[in-house]
Structure formats: structure tokens, C-alpha cells
């Protein structure tokens, strides 16, 4: 069956430190993969988009990788903030429909 | 400057009453939808139109109904409300205007809580 998993474990750091966010996927050949970023009581906002040809995308802080063979994406975010606490989604398209599948989502938490 | 806004915030009804929840964008996109976000957190797709055509439509109870009057706006009507469709609903919108990060990218709305009691 098709499967999308992040960890739904709480990641807890310590400030400053490199957060790693694991996004595995079964059964689906996606054409990109997404990360969004969802604070309580908001809708997700969306962070950065990988494409299959690309092994990583960095935006600031943020970097992304894609690896198709592993079927998996890595979300890291460096020199981390408690800002930067809140859920964090990966979604990937289902093959040329539009339609996202996303993950249940991870929930980061930057102590100071 | 809203890009994507939801009426209303928060929706608390009985059981079996009808109620519907309305979603406009400004960002000229072409393409809107609907998500249904339950308690566990899972976000999914329940419908999507493209300039007003349904194009996406899941395996949802046909006690919901989509409406699309333009392609700024989709409504969403439910009949027959029954406690498991207590969940917050998100619209979305994607595509449309030159120099975005991507056409791919989806643009969410701040969500309706619905409680049904």
C-alpha cells in the first residue's frame, strides 16, 4: 500500500543545534516533494519544493534533500531558533494529479 | 492583503444540521481545495477545481458539496452533519501568477474548526 511517515515523535533540541526531519515514502514515484511548516491554530505555510533531479535545496537556514533510491527526504534546519517550534509537513504529488499526499507531520521543539 | 481567507473561524453545530464554509483567494490562482485536517493531524484532499471545474474529488460523502462560483471562491456545503465530520477544514489555492516559487506550491487559508455536538 502507498504510505507517506514522518516520525510522530516530538524532535526536542537544544538551540543552535541542526534539527533532522525524516520524511520515508512506499509505493509512490513523486515528481517533487514538498516541506510546509504548521503552527497551532494555522494553516500550513509552505517552506521549500524538491524536484526528483535535484539531491538538495537550501533557503537560508533550511535545506532539503531527495534522495529516490531511499525513497526518503531529510529536512534540516541549522543554528535552530525557538521560532523555528512548530509542525513540520512533508507532502508529495501522487503522479501528475495535482493532488498532495502530505505526512501526519513532525513537531519540533527549540528549547532555549 | 489576505492571499487566502476562510469564513468562519470557528463553526459549532448540532448533529444533522446543514452549514457551509466559505473560501476566497486573491492571488489568481487557478486552481482551489479542500482539506480536511482530523485530530490526529493527518491534512487530506477532499476536492480541488480548476477555474471552476471540479477536477479532484476523494472518497468524501456526497453529503459534502463543493461549489465554485469563480475561480477566486469555493465554497463548501455540508448536509446532515454527524460527529465524526468534527475537524478543522482548510482551503487552499496553487498556480496562476508568473514569478511564484512554483505552480505546484499550495497557498493555505487559516482553517475552519467545525465542532459537531
Known amino acids: 500500500s502507498q504510505k507517506i511517515e514522518q516520525n510522530s515523535e516530538a524532535l526536542n533540541i537544544q538551540e543552535g543545534k541542526t534539527a533532522t526531519l525524516t520524511c520515508n515514502y512506499t509505493?509512490?514515484?513523486?515528481?517533487?516533494l514538498q516541506w510546509y511548516r504548521q503552527d497551532p491554530g494555522r494553516g500550513p505555510v509552505f517552506l521549500l519544493l524538491?524536484?526528483?533531479?535535484?539531491k538538495e535545496k537550501r533557503k537560508e537556514r533550511l535545506k532539503v534533500t531527495f534522495d529516490t533510491t531511499l525513497k526518503q527526504s531529510l529536512f534540516h534546519i541549522t543554528a535552530s531558533q525557538p521560532a523555528d517550534s512548530a509542525t513540520y509537513l512533508c507532502?508529495?504529488?501522487?503522479?501528475?494529479?495535482?493532488?498532495?499526499?502530505f505526512g501526519q507531520g513532525t513537531t519540533l521543539q527549540v528549547k532555549p | 492583503d489576505t492571499a487566502v481567507s476562510q469564513t468562519p473561524k470557528y463553526l459549532v453545530t448540532q448533529m444533522g444540521n446543514d452549514k457551509s464554509i466559505k473560501c476566497e483567494q486573491n492571488?489568481?490562482?487557478?486552481?482551489m481545495y479542500w482539506y480536511k485536517q482530523d485530530s490526529k493531524k493527518f491534512l487530506k484532499i477532499m476536492f480541488s477545481?480548476?477555474?471552476?471545474?471540479?477536477?479532484i474529488n476523494e472518497t468524501v460523502p456526497n453529503r459534502f458539496s463543493p461549489k465554485s462560483p469563480d475561480k477566486a471562491h469555493l465554497n463548501l456545503h455540508i448536509n446532515s452533519l454527524e460527529l465524526g465530520d468534527s475537524a478543522v477544514y482548510f482551503c487552499?489555492?496553487?498556480?496562476?501568477?508568473?514569478?511564484?516559487?512554483?505552480?505546484?506550491?499550495?497557498?493555505f487559508g487559516p482553517g475552519t474548526r467545525l465542532t459537531v455536538l
Open positions: 487552499a489555492s496553487s498556480g496562476g501568477l508568473a514569478g511564484g516559487p512554483s505552480t505546484d506550491t499550495q497557498y
Open positions: 509505493n509512490y514515484s513523486p515528481a517533487y
Open positions: 524538491i524536484r526528483e533531479n535535484e
Open positions: 507532502a508529495l504529488d501522487s503522479g501528475n494529479t495535482g493532488k498532495l499526499i
Open positions: 492571488l489568481g490562482h487557478d486552481t
Open positions: 477545481y480548476n477555474n471552476k471545474e471540479l477536477i
